[in-house]
């Protein structure tokens, strides 16, 4: 069943325009990645589809109804998204970070109850985070961040997830870590994922549909084995590589780069 789509999307900056003639589909309890070089619009695409930018040209859909159209505290109990650039107060611990996750919810004179003290204790156990809990946030490591962000915007017990370069500057470990959980909230949660990734493997590891953008536009969309391969590496990165299968997943080894 369709939830998110996108119909002639047009994106820009001032005058420049990012993103141009897209359109995409995405259903429910899919997981999807977005893929192309550096500049290529993914996390622009990322902050339309969570309404931080307006679309120049064409409408997203949520459910059959235009972005634009929901109030903002509907949209929230719909959709979440963990941007590249969080911001986090110095002195505020991880759970009471997790714990905001719960203000869509309320109304303006509602205090946290019982339901909402629950709901971000499973939170935290969800992304192991009880060691962690009377921590100051900015305290913790990268990859332990990223968690208690990802744990803050289940507690808003949305349907679907945003997630920009979610491994980026993580350690090998780390970032296996966020991917995990990621699957593990699709797999068993049925969270709707939603992510920009630099990793052509772990996009292929762990995507249901990848969406390929090149210049502004999208190149190629489809299921990982459909539509990876050497040559559309060759026309995206410029990189020559071999490509692998394993458990009908692809896996690229880069050979060099492509000068002319």
């Known amino acids: ?17 990012v993103i141009d003639e897209i359109d995409f589909s995405i259903n429910k309890g899919e997981v999807v990645s977005i893929i192309g070089t550096n500049g290529c619009g993914k996390s622009t695409l990322l902050k339309a589809i969570a309404r931080v930018l307006n679309c120049k040209k064409g409408e997203i859909y949520l459910e059959n109804s235009k972005i634009q159209d929901i109030k903002n505290k509907d949209f929230s109990k719909k959709l979440a998204f963990v941007s590249q650039n969080n911001e986090i107060p110095e002195d ?36 192991h985070l009880e060691k962690f809990r009377e921590r100051k946030v900015m305290s913790l490591s ?20 945003l997630l920009d370069e979610p491994t980026t500057y993580l350690d090998i470990c780390h970032q296996f870590e966020i991917m995990e959980l990621v699957k593990m909230l699709n797999r068993e949660l049925g969270i709707t994922i939603i992510m920009v990734l630099h990793d052509i493997n772990q996009a292929a590891q762990y995507s249901d549909k990848i969406i390929v953008l090149k210049n502004g536009k999208k190149f190629k969309e489809g299921k990982p084995m459909e539509i990876l391969n050497p040559q559309l590496i060759k026309d995206v990165y410029r990189v020559d590589s071999v490509m692998e299968i394993e458990n009908n997943i692809p896996y690229f080894k880069l050979k060099g780069i492509i000068n002319n």
């Not at 069943?1 to 325009?17: F, P, S, T, V």
């Not at 905001?100 to 935290?124: L, S």
């Not at 990268?142 to 997830?161: D, F, H, N, P, Y």
Request: proline letters at 1%; glycine letters at 6%.
């Open 92 to 127: 505020i611990t991880v759970y009471d970070f997790i714990m905001y996750g719960r203000i869509p919810h309320k109304k303006w004179y509602e205090i946290y109850n019982e339901e909402d003290r629950n709901i971000v204790e499973w939170a935290i156990k969800i992304c």
């Open 142 to 161: 990268g990859g332990e961040r990223q968690k208690v962000w990802i744990s803050m915007v289940l507690a808003q017990k949305t349907e679907i997830l």
């Open 1 to 17: 069943m369709e939830i998110l789509k996108g119909q002639n999307i047009q994106l820009a900056y001032d005058e420049k325009i």
